[in-house]
Each structure stands twice: as C-alpha cells, then as structure tokens.
C-alpha cells in the first residue's frame, strides 16, 4: 500500500495488501503535522502519544523511531476521524512535506459510504481445494453484525461444501466473471449461494458460481432467494453446470437479476411448467430481469409468475422447453428479448393479465407468442399486447391466442407483427372476443399440407366475436388448403374483415367462408387469386 499527501494536500491510494500495520520513524517524540506551506494548522497529524484535537489522525504508541501504529484507542474527544490500523509498515516523510506510507493495511477500508472487507484478510484461502465454506459465511455474519458492507471475493476459485447464505445489508463481489469463481464442493449435493428468508438490501455480483454438477447425484439452484427477501439482488453473474435452476426466487420482492449468464442448467432435459433457469416463483412482486443471457437448458429460460414484472433485453437459446414464460402473471412487460432453439413455445404468457409483449424476435420455436387465458374458467378479459414483434420459423403457429375450451378471451391486440415461415398458422384466434388483429405482415405460413392459413380465425364453443381483422398482409401460402384468411369452427358472428391484402396465396384462396356469421363484415379486401367471400 502507497498513501501519498503531496503538497497540494490531496490524498492518492496506490495498491492494497493484508496482514501488516504500519510504522514510522518520527524525529522526536512530538506531534508531527503535515501542512502545505505557510498555513498555521493542519487537516493531518500524525499523533504520537501527545494530547491533540485534529479533523483527522494516525494514533500510534510508543515514543522515539519507529512507533507502531496498531490498535489502540485515543483520549481525544473531538476527532473526526481516527484510523486505527495493525501490522508492519514504514511511514516516511519526505523532504517536500507529502506523506508516503509503504506498507500492507488489514482490515475495513471506507468505500461508497460503506465498509469493504478483503475476505482473504478474514480466513477465506480462496485456494481452489480447501473447503471456505464456514470461513465465509462467518464473514458475512461479521459484516451483517456491523452494520453491513461489502466482502471482496479474489481472483481465482473458492470452493464449498455446503451452502452459504446471504444476509441483510452485505454485498458479495467478485473481480469479474470468469476471474473469481465460487465453485461447490464434490458431493456437497446443495444450493451454492441460498438465503435463510426475510432478508433485506443483499446483492452477489461480479463472479462466476459453479455447481459442478458433474460430480453431484442431487442438489438444487445456484442461488435462491426466499420468502420475505425483499430488494436482493444477483448482478453480472455467471451461474454454470447447476443441477437445478440457475437462479430461483421464491416469492419476495422487488428481486433483480440483470446482466447475468446462465449457461448448463438442470441435471436432465424436463417438461415443467412452472420450471426455467431464472425463475421468479408464484407470489413475487415487481421483479426486474434485464440483460441476461440463458444458454443450454435442460429446462426452460426464463420463467415468472409474478405481478408487476419487467423482463427486457434478455437473450435465450437452446433451452429444452419454454424461452420466457409468464403464467399466472399480471401488470408485466416482455420487451425486447431474442429467443431462439426452444423446444416449446418461444414466449408463453399462459394465463397472465394485463401483459405488454412487444419488440421481442423469436426464431426456430413451437408458437412464437402462445397465450391461453381460455383454460381459466371463465371468459377472461386479457388486457393482453402482442405487438412489434419478429418472429420466425415456427413448428406450429406465429402467434397462437386461445383454445379450443368452453370460456372465451377478451381484449387482445396483436399489431404490428412480422411473422415469416410456420408450418401451421401466422396467427390464430380461438375462442377469442373483442379483439383486434390489425397491421401484421405474414409470409410463407402453412407450410405444411392442413396448415390452413395465414390468419385463423377459429370457432369452438365460445366462438369469435366482435373481433377487427385490418390491415394484415398475407403472402406465399403456398401449399395444399394455405388460404390467406380462414373463418372456420362454430359460434363465429360479428367480426369485421377489413383491407386485408392476400398475394401468392398457390393452391389456396384468399379467403375462406367455413363458418362466416351471418353478420360479419367482409370487405375492402384485395386477393390476386380474385375471391373472397
């Protein structure tokens, strides 16, 4: 550690170390003040077992060279700031009047109004074998205790044998991702990083977790947080080879995962609907998860049944089911995400309310976009969004709304959207009601022979109602019953299809009459193969 005072009076920190104090050799044993020239008094003094009243001071012991500065406590009733420090170390002072200090400092440093704890100054070894586990949680307990802080995590790896758990006020953090690594021990069969509940203002940030599951016959996610956590926080992590989920909060609020990687999740390939590598459980309030990046789960992505959610700006690929799922959900926006390689549906809102689904792009899915509020029961009033978003290559349907139950849907906009190559429908409103498909761009649907069409619009019990098709554009339905828009099912009466644009529809129509109502509108429309209606 190098402290330099220059003459100017300004303090400047070079380095860091543990495990030594500081010395000095003073020229007498009497107060020594460091002051630019020509000024009476002095910010700075160093203070050697003489009376004082300083804004800040070094309290040492001992009289003659070379006192050492350890711990101890001063007499002094009006100092600002005392720093007390222990181990071995020289102070000189050079002729020009700065202060040089040449030494190791262990202990708290003051930083952002908080303290900050080296945790290799507090028996963590961080050497890759041995077990940290109780060496870390007891610095944590410490640092809690204190008022809270942050523990510095050093490059290289760490390793656990059993799972360490946050606590309210500390912040754990690494040197970066891939640079320090938490890894959980062979066998250990647990959670690496998981809370006890009911705790408060926590963040684990800058580091890689390892749940090595290669060499585990069970366990559970990288970190969890937990009932009554509230504002905690997982940022610019790296969770890898967890045989759960990557990173799970169960209920709580006001959690935030942002900037994270979750890559190798899950033990085996599963089907769980309410399973995914970043996971905000049933009961969670206001989550934020932004920025992420999931890769390679034997699960599915991303996953929240939560109100008040924002879920932006994630990337998430070859996941074995779901990309981003929201059932259960209300008052949320799915904004800008890129999902692609799942083995289900790309974004499944489920029976979420009052959802924002926009600007996101999907590719090589099940349905692109798959919300089903119809199975809740009753008819529902989705508030639902669907706009802006690009998606392609689908094993089914672009977007798919509904489905074929006894309860209809309400109040869903889908706008905007530009949907190329499915193998089913572009779009498909089933048993859905007071809604709008307006302004879509579909190309190449149906691409296989009983795909139907690029818009569908299919009756079952509830039947399709008051709906306005407007605006859409179809292109290339290219196979055997590809029709541009088809009205089919039972129950269909009311909806108005309005210039609508149909072209290259092959061996299809522009539009289909399975099952018009009698007092649905068809009109304005433009079809190059010359029929409607």
């Known amino acids: 550690l190098n402290i330099v005072i220059p003459a100017s009076g300004s303090l400047l920190v070079n380095g860091a170390g543990i495990g030594s104090s500081?010395?000095?050799?003073?020229?007498?044993?009497?107060?020594?003040?460091?002051?630019?020239?020509?000024?009476?008094?002095?910010?700075?003094?160093?203070?050697?077992?003489?009376?004082?009243?300083?804004?800040?001071?070094?309290?040492?012991?001992?009289?003659?060279?070379?006192?050492?500065?350890?711990i101890g406590t001063t007499t002094d009733s009006n100092v600002g700031i005392t720093i007390i420090t222990k181990g071995t170390g020289v102070v000189t002072l050079p002729s020009s009047g700065g202060l040089l200090v040449t030494g190791n400092v262990h202990g708290p440093l003051v930083d952002m109004g908080g303290q900050v704890y080296n945790a290799k100054g507090y028996g963590v070894l961080w050497d890759g074998s041995t077990d940290d586990a109780v060496a870390l949680q007891a610095l944590i307990v410490l640092v809690n205790a204190a008022g809270g802080g942050t523990i510095l995590l050093p490059v290289g790896t760490g390793i656990v044998g059993s799972f360490v758990y946050p606590l309210s006020n500390v912040r754990v953090q690494g040197t970066g991702q891939g640079v320090t690594t938490l890894k959980l021990k062979n066998a250990a069969n647990t959670t690496v990083y998981s809370s006890p509940g009911g705790i408060t203002n926590c963040e684990i940030c800058d580091l890689t977790i390892d749940g090595n599951k290669a060499n585990q016959t069970a366990g559970n996610a990288g970190v969890i947080f937990t009932v009554g956590d509230t504002y905690c926080s997982v940022r610019r992590v790296t969770v890898q080879n967890t045989w759960g989920r990557g990173i799970f909060f169960y209920q709580g609020s006001d959690g935030e995962v942002t900037d994270c990687t979750v890559i190798n999740s899950g033990a085996a390939p599963t089907v769980d609907t309410t399973g995914a590598s970043i996971l905000f459980a049933a009961g969670s309030v206001r989550p934020l998860i932004r920025g992420n990046r999931v890769i390679n789960s034997n699960d599915g992505g991303i996953g929240f049944q939560a109100s008040y959610s924002e879920v932006s700006g994630n990337i998430v690929s070859t996941c074995h089911f779901i990309g981003i799922f929201a059932s259960g959900s209300a008052h949320g926006n799915i904004v800008g995400n890129n999902v692609s390689g799942c083995g289900d549906n790309g974004i499944d809102t489920g029976t979420a309310t009052q959802m924002n689904v926009s600007g996101n792009t999907i590719s090589n899915v099940l349905n692109g976009i798959c919300p089903d509020l119809s199975s809740l029961g009753a008819t529902t009033a989705a508030d639902l969004v669907i706009a802006n978003n690009q998606i392609d290559t689908c094993a089914h349907s672009g977007i798919a709304v509904g489905g074929p139950y006894l309860y209809g849907v309400t109040s869903v906009t889908v706008s905007g959207n530009t949907i190329n190559t499915t193998q089913h429908h572009g779009i498909q409103f089933a048993c859905v009601s007071y809604s709008t498909i307006t302004g879509n761009t579909i190309r190449n649907p149906s691409r296989q022979v009983g795909g139907f069409g690029g818009i569908d619009i299919h009756g079952y019990t509830a039947g399709n109602t008051d709906n306005l098709i407007s605006g859409n554009r179809v292109f290339e339905t290219a196979l055997f019953q590809a029709y541009g828009i088809i009205n089919e099912g039972t129950?269909?009466?009311?909806?108005?299809?309005?210039?609508?644009?149909?072209?290259?529809?092959?061996?299809?129509?522009?539009?289909?009459?399975?099952?018009?109502?009698?007092?649905?509108?068809?009109?304005?429309?433009?079809?190059?193969?010359?029929y409607w209606r």
């Open 22 to 70: 500081i010395s000095f050799p003073l020229a007498s044993a009497t107060d020594q003040s460091l002051q630019p020239s020509g000024v009476a008094s002095s910010a700075l003094v160093l203070h050697n077992n003489a009376s004082a009243i300083n804004g800040i001071k070094i309290t040492g012991t001992g009289t003659g060279s070379a006192p050492i500065i350890g």
């Open 491 to 530: 129950n269909n009466d009311y909806n108005m299809y309005l210039d609508n644009d149909v072209r290259n529809v092959g061996a299809g129509t522009g539009f289909v009459t399975v099952a018009l109502g009698a007092h649905d509108q068809v009109r304005g429309n433009l079809s190059d193969t010359g």
